[in-house]
């Protein structure tokens, strides 16, 4: 009798479990808390995000139009030059001779025609040899100043002022005519570069607006104008982009440094397909299923219901870009997506405004 007893205890609290459970479960779906987001960000434009390189408005290898020895190096990479600043000389002793004997030379053909000139009017000299002086005389000026032009050369200035970038030589080597000794930039200004892909890179008649964000500028977006892309694409099937950035000089920009480049275009029919706006929601509010994605709409009595939405691509601000299945006003889960079910009740999360903290107001 006492074994009996003791198995209808064991049932009936088995079942008195089974039914508080039960309750429980209930009780927690039915007090869900989930964090709502109200569909308004209404959009015609879309901003792309691309890394990108801080790049000197001018880049220059000098070098000698002559060939010889190197006599002297007078800067160091990183110095400030100024235009017409001499940088390196040549050794001058051939080119100096040669001037010389050049100029020796110059001086007595000169003579000679002015004597022959002055014999050519009174009619003592025939016109033919006088004609002859007059063509050695200009063979003869060229060959001075090719003379005087290569001792000038064995002086490398700079063509405009910038900053030593490299030197490729030392002093006491030899160069030909036409190698480079050394490099120079310009900061003047700052140029940005990146690679776009072929997608954006057919919108580009809607590009409304460029910026970029620099590690060295926190918090700020410095303006980009655009200078021009490549009309071919690169090995990686990226079209080459340039911007001039438009920055204070106070700025601490410096070419190399690495940006992050926004481009901001106008969306075409074609992209909305007709859609009559296209809305914006948080990227953690959708559910991938296959190939569909899908939103949680809280109605009116605080129930969910799975609606389909058609997405175009992500704007690069954490969030979504719609164009069908959803309308301005709508009210969808952002957070606690993953549990719940058709027609469940939920209680929306109350959002604290900033100037109310603890609720107190």
Known sequence: MQKILSILLLIMLTIVSFGCAKEIKENRLNNYYVKVYEVHDEVTSEIRSFPGTVKESKFSDLAFRIAGPIADIKVKEGDYISKGQVLATMDTRDYQLQYEATKSKYQ??????TRIELLYNKGNVSENDYEKAISG???????YQQAENSLNDTKLKASYSGYIQEIYFEQGEIVNAGTPVLSIISVDSYLVECDIPAVLYAQRENFLNYKCEI???????LDLTLK?????????????ASFKLNAEKSTIIAPGMDVMVNIEYKLNNSQMKDSPEVLKIPIESIIEEGENNYVWILSANSTVSKREIEVLDLD??????VLKGL???DKIISAGIYELKENQRVNPIKEIKSSNYGELL
């Open 108 to 113: 007595q053909v000169k003579s000679e025609v």
């Open 137 to 143: 005389l200009e063979m003869m000026t060229a060959k």
């Open 215 to 221: 590690e060295t500028v926190p918090n700020a977006d």
């Open 228 to 240: 021009g892309i490549r009309r071919k694409a690169n090995m990686n099937s990226l079209y080459h």
């Open 316 to 321: 690069g601000t954490g969030k979504v870009l």
């Open 327 to 329: 309308n301005k006003g």
